[in-house]
C-alpha cells in the first residue's frame, strides 16, 4: 500500500520542543523500507505518528495537508481502521503491552478486530512459527528481556497481518544478537510484500533490507539516500549529522583515531575528587590493594533457587580510575551483578557490605532516580554533611551550574542522566556503574555522554559501565569483562584487542 | 474439563511471585460468578453478622487452595485469628485513647479481612480478556469496560515503578525507617511520589497508545479466544451463595 504525505505542517499544542513539521512531502511506495534518520528532537517520530494515525486522532495539534493510505485519507478514518491496515512497533518494550501475558499479546491485536476465534489460534500458532516464539508462550510479560519483548511486539502486530509497518527506534534497548533476530523479522515482511517505516539512528542492521534513507532536519526531508549512496559518502559524512555507523566491521578504523587519548581531558579533575566526601574506612569485603591500583570485590552471588545461580562470581577486579564496559547478551545477569555491587538486591551482608563501599549505579531510567524540586536539592540529598558550596563545584563539573534552581524534571534527558551523575558523586561514591547510558541515542548525544565519563574516570572514580553499544565502547572504554550465565567468561584491555570485541559483539567468533 | 492452554490469566497474579503458578483449570470460575461472589461477600460484610462473612471466606479460601496459593491462605488465616483473639482480649478492658485506636484498627481487620480474601481471589484469578467477554455477553458497554481494564493493567505497572525507585532512594540512603525520615516525614513521602507520578503518567499514555494503535476502540465488537461459559464449578458457588443470602435473609 502506498503512503503519501503531502505538504504537511504540524506543530503540537501542548508541547515545548519544536518538533515542528513544515512543509513535507515524502512519498513511499508499496514493498518499500524506508529509514527516517535525523538527530533528536527533528520530527521523525512526529512523521511515523502521522502514518500510524496518532496524529490527528490521538495527539492534539494544528496540521495543515493530507496523509493517504493507498487512495484513503487518514483524517476521514478512525483509529480502529487505521489499525487494521498499519501495525506499529514503539521503543519502549516496558510499555507497549497491554496484556499481562505473551499468549493474550499475541491475540490481542485479532480480538480486537472482531476476527473469528478459530481463526484467531490458526494466526497465532502461525507468526509462533514464523517468529520462533515457542518458548515465550504462557509467560508473564513481567518476566520476558527487553529483547524478548520486543519480538513479542512485533509478532502480535504481525498476526493481524497489516500492509504498512512502523517502528519507533526498535533497537534502542536490544542487544546486538537480538538485533540481528529484528533484522530478520524486517526482511520476512518485506519479502510478503509489506511496506516498512522504521525511524532509526542505527543503519548498520538494516543494510541488506533497506531501500531508501530519509534524513530529516528541521521538520523537512533534507536528503535521500540509498544505503550505497550514503556509503560512498564516508563514515565522517555520515557521523557528521548524527548517524550511528553503517558497518560494524569498519567501526574500528573509524574510532582508531578518536580513541587513543582516554586521558587527555584532566581539566576536571579537582571538582570530583572532594576529599571531604572519601569515605575513611575500608569495609572487609572490599580490599583496595597495590596502591589503589584496582578495587576488589569478592564474593558476588545471587540466585533465587539454590540450583540456578543467577550470578555466581568470586572475585570482580576493575582498574581504578578507568572505565570498564560490561558486555554479554540479555540475560546473561549484568543487571544484576549492577544491583548486587549497588547493595539492591542479595543478602543482607553483601548489602551492607555494598553500603559501605560507595557504589551507585546510574539507571537506566534516570526518572527514578530524581526526587527532589531542584538541581541543587539532589546534590545535596545525598551528602553528608550538606555542604552548598561544593555542590555547586559538582554542578559546575557537569554543566549543570546554570541549571541549579530547576526542576530535574524539566531538564533534557541528557542533563537529567548528568544531575543523577552529580547526587552518585556527592554521596561519596567511588565506583559508579551505568546501566546503558547510551541507549537510543544519536551520535552526537553518544559523544557527549562519553565525554562526561571520560571526565569522570579522570577525576578518579571507577566506572563499570553495562553496554551494547560497540561504537561507545571503542569510544571510551578501557578494559571490557564479558559475562555469559552469571558468570565473567573473559576479561581484558582493549587497545589492541578491538577486533576481537567486535566479533565478539556481532557473534562472528 | 481440562484446557491444556491458559489463554492469559490475570495482572495481578504477575505481583504474587517471579514463577508462573501451575493453575488447575478445572476448578477456574467464570468472570460472572467470581463478580456475584465479590457482590455476596461485601454485602454480608456490611449487613450481616460475621458468622455469615465468614462462610464466604470457606467458600474463597477452598478456592484459593484449588488455585494452588496455600501460601496466602496460611497467612490469612494466621494474621486473621491472631487478630480475632487479642480483640477478644482487649476489647473488655480499660485502656485509654491509643488503646482505643488499637482496638479500633483490629476490629476493623477482624470484619474487613473477610472480604479481602474474597476480593483477593477475584483479582487474583481473573483474566484480562475473560473479563472483557464477560462483560460484553453481560451488555455492559465497552465505554465502562475499557477503563476498567486498563485501571486493572496499571497496577502491576505501578509496582514495579515504585520498586524501581524505592531502590533509588536505598541507594541514597533514604529509608522508611531512620531518623530523616522520622525528622520529616512528608518529605519522604514527595521522594517516593513525585517520580512514581512522572513515569506513570508517562507509562500511561504511552500504553493507551498501544492499545488504540492495536484496534481497541468502543465501537468494534470484540472476540475472545477464551472459551467462557458456566460449568458445574460455577452452579455450585451459585447455589451456595443464594443459599448464605436466604439464610441470612430467613433468620432476620
Known sequence: MNISLKNISFSYTDSLDDAILKNLNLEIRSGECVVLAGESGCGKTTISKLINGLIPH??????????LLGDKNTADMTLAEISRVVGSVFQNPRSQFFNIDTDCELAFGCENLGMDPEEIKQ??????????????????????????????????????????FVLDEPSANLDLKTIEDLKEIVSRWKKAGKTVVIVEHRLYYLRDVVDRICYVKDGQIAYE????????????????????????????????????????????????????????????????????QSIIFSNLTFSYHHKHPILDIDCLELPCGQITALIGHNGAGKSTLAQVLCGLQGSWRQKRA?????????????????????????????????????????????????????????????????????SGISSGCDVVVFDEPTSGLDYRQMLAVSATLKKLAASGKTLLVITHDPEFILNSCQSVIRMEHGKIVEQYPLSGNENQLIKMMTGKL | MTINKTWGFSPLAALGSKEQQ????????????????ALAANGMIFTAPLVYSLLMVAVASILLLLEGKWKFVC????????????????????????????????????????????????????????????????????????????????????YDEARAIGNAMRMRGIRLFSLRTIKNPVAFLEYRL???????????????????????STETKRTCVADIGFRWVDFVVWAYCIAVIVMFLYRS
Not at chain 1, 490521538?58 to 496523509?67: A, E, L, N, R
Not at chain 2, 467464570?30 to 456475584?36: E, G, H, I, W, Y
Not at chain 2, 473488655?92 to 481471589?121: E, H, K, Q, W
Open chain 1, 354 to 422: 555494598a553500603r559501605k563501599c560507595g557504589t551507585y549505579l546510574i539507571m537506566q531510567d534516570v526518572n527514578h532516580q530524581l526526587f527532589t524540586e531542584s538541581v541543587l536539592d539532589e546534590v545535596l540529598l545525598g551528602m553528608k554533611p550538606q555542604d552548598e558550596k561544593l555542590a555547586l563545584e559538582i554542578l559546575e563539573g557537569l554543566n549543570l551550574k546554570q541549571y541549579a534552581d530547576n526542576h530535574p524534571m524539566a531538564l533534557s534527558g541528557g542533563q537529567k542522566q548528568r544531575v543523577a551523575i552529580g
Open chain 2, 194 to 216: 513525585v517520580p512514581l507520578l512522572v513515569s506513570i503518567t508517562k507509562i500511561g499514555d504511552e500504553l493507551s497508545i498501544a492499545a488504540v494503535t492495536r484496534g481497541l
Open chain 2, 75 to 158: 497467612t490469612f488465616f494466621f494474621v486473621y485469628l491472631s487478630a480475632g483473639f487479642f480483640f477478644g482480649q482487649v476489647k473488655n478492658l480499660d485502656i485509654g485513647t491509643s488503646g482505643t485506636i488499637i482496638l479500633a484498627s483490629l476490629f476493623l481487620m477482624y470484619r474487613i479481612m473477610p472480604a479481602c480474601a474474597v476480593l483477593y481471589y477475584v483479582i487474583t484469578t481473573t483474566k484480562v480478556n475473560e473479563f472483557l467477554a464477560c462483560m460484553s455477553r453481560m451488555h455492559i458497554l465497552n465505554k465502562v469496560t475499557i477503563p476498567l481494564i486498563v485501571m486493572i493493567r496499571f497496577f502491576p505497572t505501578v
Open chain 1, 58 to 67: 490521538y495527539h492534539s495539534g494544528t496540521m495543515d495537508g493530507d496523509v
Open chain 1, 123 to 164: 494466526r497465532v500458532e502461525n507468526v509462533v512459527q514464523e517468529f520462533h516464539l515457542e518458548h515465550l508462550l504462557g509467560r508473564s510479560i513481567f518476566n520476558l528481556s527487553g529483547g524478548e519483548k520486543q519480538k513479542i511486539a512485533c509478532a502480535s502486530v504481525s498476526a493481524t497481518g497489516p500492509e504498512i
Open chain 2, 22 to 37: 501451575s493453575r488447575n483449570l478445572a476448578f477456574a470460575l467464570d468472570a460472572r460468578t467470581k463478580l456475584f461472589l
Open chain 1, 225 to 292: 539516500w540509498t544505503l550505497a549512496e550514503l556509503e560512498a559518502k564516508g563514515p565522517a559524512y555520515a557521523s557528521s549529522l548524527g548517524l550511528r555507523c553503517m558497518n560494524l566491521e569498519m567501526l574500528n578504523a573509524a574510532c582508531h583515531s578518536v580513541n587513543r587519548h582516554p586521558r587527555s581531558e584532566t581539566e576536571g579533575i579537582h571538582y570530583f575528587s572532594c576529599s571531604q566526601l572519601r569515605r575513611d574506612h575500608q569495609p572487609r569485603d572490599v580490599i583496595a590493594s597495590k596502591a589503589k
